[in-house]
C-alpha cells in the first residue's frame, strides 16, 4: 500500500479543505506522509495559486502542522511550480513540476474546461491538436533544466477532457514524438514522474496520467515513478492508490520514490513508507 502523498492542496490554494484536515484525512487513510503542494505565484492574476504576501503564512502554518502531527504523520512543505512562475524555491522542502498553461498565453489553460481547450485549439493553434501538444511538451523538456524540479507533475494533463471530447490523439506521430521527446529529456535529468489520479477522482478520466502506453515508454526507458491524487479536498487524499500501484505494476515497475524528509529513496511497490 502506497503510504505517501506529496501532491495535495488546500484553501491556502485552490482546495476545498485546511491544511489540518488533510493530515488528519491522511492519517485516517494510513498514510504516514503528506506533503503540501503550493500552486505558486503566476505572472498574471490566477485564482488557483497562492499570492506571494502569503506564501510566509503557508509556510509557517506548514511547520506548525509539522511538529503538532509528529510521530503520527511526517508533513511536507512544497510547491507545484509551474514552469510560468518565478523560480523561488528555497522554502520548499520538494517541488512538483508542472505545466498548466501552453506557451505563457493565459488563454490557452491546459485543463479549465472543455469549452476553453475547443476555444484554445481553434483560436491559438488554427485547430491542429499535434501543433498544441508539440508546445506543450516543449515546455515539459525545458523543466529538465530546473535542477529544483523532483517530480514531474500530470504529464500529459492536455488530454484531461479527451473521453468527453475529441481534442487530442495520443496515437499520432507528432503527439507520441513530442511526449517521447520531452519524456527523455526528463529521464535523462533523473526526474520522477508522478502517477496522478487526480483527474479519475473528479470524474474526467478512467485512468491517472500518464496514460498506459506513457508510463510504458517510461519503464523502458528506466524512469522512475511516485504516487499521488493530486487531493483538493480530503475525501480524496489517497484516491485511487491501489488502482494507481496495480497499473504501475502491470506496465513493469517494481518499485516508487518516496520523499523522506531530505530526498527521494525507492520503496518496493507493495511495501511500506
Known sequence: MIRQNLHTHSLWDDGEDTMERMVLAAEAAGLTSLGFSIHTPMPFPARWTISRERLPDYWAEARRLKEAYRGRVAVYCGAEWDLLSEAAFGMFDFVIGSIHYIGDDRDCCADFTPETTARYLKQAFRGDADAAAEAYFAQYA????VDEVDVVGHFDLITKFDELEDFYHPDSPRFRAAAIGAMDALVAAKKI???NTGAVSRGFCT??????????ELHSRGGRITISSDAHCAEHVAFGFAEAETLAKNCGFS???QFDGRGFVPEPIGGSA
Not at 525545458?142 to 533544466?145: D, P, V
Not at 485512468?207 to 510504458?216: G, H, I, V
Open 142 to 145: 525545458a523543466l529538465a533544466a
Open 193 to 195: 514522474f508522478e502517477v
Open 207 to 216: 485512468s491517472p496520467y500518464p496514460s498506459r502506453a506513457l508510463l510504458e
Open 255 to 257: 518499485e516508487i520514490w
